[in-house]
């Protein structure tokens, strides 16, 4: 490579290493938010740590809460918790410590036994610990439809005859607004305002929450309003325009807060920290609403401008080496791409190494189990694969799209050639439409060649008004048509094909195969056998090609496609002597054939025979020109099959040659 050419792909790949480096920064460019206030009204209070699961009666030590207690006591005075079970009745001890006061909750679920353990338990702290200043029976509970909300007033006026502070229940917005009835079991209304869960997206969040507040405050005037719950995840699948992200949650909370205590509202920030448990609950966003990870880290700077991904630019780095790596690995044999091929595979390699670090960077976001970690990994090596497969079809576009020249160029052989062997084409059916037969025996019987048989064989179609017809007309059609029909025979297509052999001319040299459907052109055999004069030859193939491709949106990409690999992929292959035999539109030496045989045993015995001619030593050539076309599946389901068989084939072909 000369020296000037040398710089101009390194001018190219640093332009486009800018470029990507350039869209890291834009999506992480600083976004202006309040700063976080000294002292928001409050924090909901889950305080279970990585792996513990209150599902399996795993709760957090005091120890462990005190440390909580602690940090939370630094950004405010109020917490509200959920429940007194296990040692979560130990919470309202340990806030006076901190000399933090306690909304106390009551979980009420089906299970009657535990809400009447938890009633019990919690009317006893709420007459006995300083620290409760309300307690809160139930949480969503008419939500989820595990009480009704006549039930439930009946639980809260009992609580509420049995201590002196307010008493009320948490729900919902909406439900207030369904139960009005309640108030008057409640001394204030608590309401959920989630703009997430209602597909609110975040610039709207805000107005969400003053709005629905308000609202609440006009329905009940003469009730106090706490917002028990409003928040928004840093994880989690997107609903609607609600995107769950870590800067989203930052710009959201510290607009909110700033907002809600300029306007005087009690609230409850839901919540203090991560709840990975909640996932088994809530879906993977349940585990990502804390202002904190599970691990008690602020997950989001308190001050100063909001960065998406405050270290991308490690990210970017990370993909401008795997991109580089990518780089020189696809051009190990691009010495003869033009400049446009090389750019565009630059281009390709950086946009592959950018998403790899960011799908890495995003898992790595995500809290884990041995199950999520192993399926995570099998998921890498998928997506690992995947990539493999989009650079590896990226150079083959370059090279087929990009070259100065081919490397090993197959044309047609148009004008005349001494060299016209005998052919003898075959036909396998089975169970096909008799006309849609006749038109491919009439396309064969136009061909402008010399010396040609054609066998049809049809094998193991029951039906006789089927075959029949095809065997009569084979007979109007000349001695140059054979049919046999064959019942039973075993092996597939390939055992078909082999049966046919022994009935072959003797004089034949060259064995053509072509599906049923297939309309030849009559330059065919005429352009494509003299390529057989050459000895190492033996194998020429010309594209699967169709014919229908304009009676449905569905075949129109179907057949973009198949164009794909027949006008791309097979192209570079010709380059290297490494073509996929197809099973129509191919042609082997008959020698070769006789040695080899078609494989019986495999689905996909034109591939097989083909990687069989390769291990001889053996050359095939193919040409991208289109002298056949047949018809394609018509549905999804009948596409679906197709490639199974493909790809059921080729793992036959890679267990019997691995063996």
């Known amino acids: 490579m000369s020296s000037r050419k040398f710089g101009l792909n ?40 990585l792996g513990q699961f209150p599902q399996k009666d795993q709760y957090p030590s005091d120890d462990e809460m005190r440390r909580d207690l602690e940090i939370m006591s630094k950004l405010t005075d109020n917490i509200r918790t959920y429940s007194v079970d296990g040692s979560l009745g130990d919470i309202p001890q340990l806030a006076e410590e901190f000399g933090l006061r306690v909304t106390l909750g009551i979980w009420i679920s089906p299970d009657l036994e535990r809400n009447e353990r938890e009633i019990m338990r919690a009317i006893d702290l709420a007459n006995t610990s300083r620290s409760v200043v309300r307690v809160v029976v139930g949480n969503e509970a008419i939500f989820r439809k595990e009480i009704t909300a006549d039930q439930l007033s009946v639980v809260l006026d009992r609580v509420r005859a049995a201590v002196k502070v307010p008493v009320t229940t948490s729900e919902q917005w909406h439900v207030w607004e369904e139960h009005p009835e309640l108030a008057q079991h409640v001394d204030l209304i608590a309401a959920h305002i ?4 209602e597909f609110i997206p975040v610039g709207q969040a805000e107005q969400f929450v003053l709005d629905r507040a308000r609202d609440l405050k006009k329905m009940f005037p003469k009730k106090p309003l706490l917002l028990s719950e409003v928040g928004w995840p840093s994880n989690g699948r997107m609903r609607g325009g609600a995107d769950a992200s870590p800067a989203d949650q930052a710009i959201y909370l510290r607009t909110l807060v700033n907002e809600l205590n300029r306007q005087g509202y009690n609230y409850f920030v839901i919540e203090a920290f991560d ?32 960065v998406a991904i405050p270290q991308w630019r490690v990210l970017a780095i990370g993909s401008v080496v795997l991109a580089l790596l990518s780089l020189t690995l696809l051009m190990i044999d691009g010495s003869a791409l033009r400049q446009r091929g090389r750019t565009f595979l630059t281009f390709i390699a950086f946009l592959c190494g950018s998403v790899l670090v960011w799908i890495g960077y995003d898992y790595s976001q995500q809290y884990s189990t041995w199950f999520s970690l192993t399926v995570g990994f099998l998921l890498a090596l998928g997506a690992l694969g995947v990539f493999i497969v989009l650079l590896t079809e990226a150079h083959e576009l370059a090279e087929a799209v990009w070259i100065h020249k081919r490397r090993r160029e197959f044309l047609p052989v148009e004008g005349d050639s001494s060299y016209r062997p005998k052919v003898s084409i075959h036909v396998p059916c089975y169970n096909e439409p008799p006309e849609m ?47 046999f029909h064959v019942a039973p025979l075993a092996g597939f297509k390939g055992g078909a094909l082999n049966y046919l052999l022994p009935h072959t001319a003797k004089d034949a040299e060259v ?35 169709y014919r229908d491709q304009n009676e449905s949106t569905f075949k129109k990409l179907c057949y ?69 076309k047949g018809l394609m599946p018509d549905t999804f389901i009948d596409f679906k099959k197709q490639r199974f068989r493909w790809a059921y084939g080729a793992i036959q072909i890679i267990k019997r040659h691995t063996a």
């Open 10 to 49: 390194l001018v190219i790949v640093l332009a486009i290493a800018a470029l990507f480096t350039g869209f890291w920064a834009l999506i992480n460019r600083p976004v202006s938010a309040p700063d976080w206030p000294e002292q928001i009204s409050g924090f909901s209070y889950s305080p279970f740590q």
């Open 194 to 197: 989630l703009p997430y869960w």
């Open 275 to 306: 709840q990975p448990w909640k996932a088994s609950d809530e879906g993977s966003v349940g585990a990502y609403w804390g202002v904190f990870n599970a691990a008690r880290q602020q997950k989001f700077n308190f001050e100063g401008p909001v």
């Open 437 to 483: 037969v006749k038109q491919t025996l009439n396309a064969l019987a136009n061909l402008d060649y010399p010396d040609f048989e054609v066998l049809i064989i049809d094998n193991n179609t029951k039906d006789p008004a089927v075959w029949e017809p095809v065997q009569a007309y084979c007979e109007t059609l000349g001695p140059r048509f054979k049919f």
């Open 511 to 545: 064995i053509a195969v072509i599906d049923s459907d297939y309309c030849v052109d009559r330059n065919w055999l005429k352009h494509m056998v003299p390529h057989f004069a050459d000895p190492k030859i033996a194998i020429v193939q010309s594209p699967q090609d």
């Open 560 to 628: 973009a496609e198949y164009k794909g690999f027949f006008h791309i992929g097979m192209v570079t292959r010709n380059d290297r002597d490494a073509i996929i035999q197809h099973g129509t539109m191919t042609m082997t030496r008959r020698s070769v054939l006789q040695e080899l045989g078609w494989a019986d045993w495999c689905i996909c015995e034109d591939a097989e025979l083909g990687l069989r001619v390769f291990e001889k030593g053996l050359s095939a050539a193919y040409h991208h020109e289109s002298y056949g």
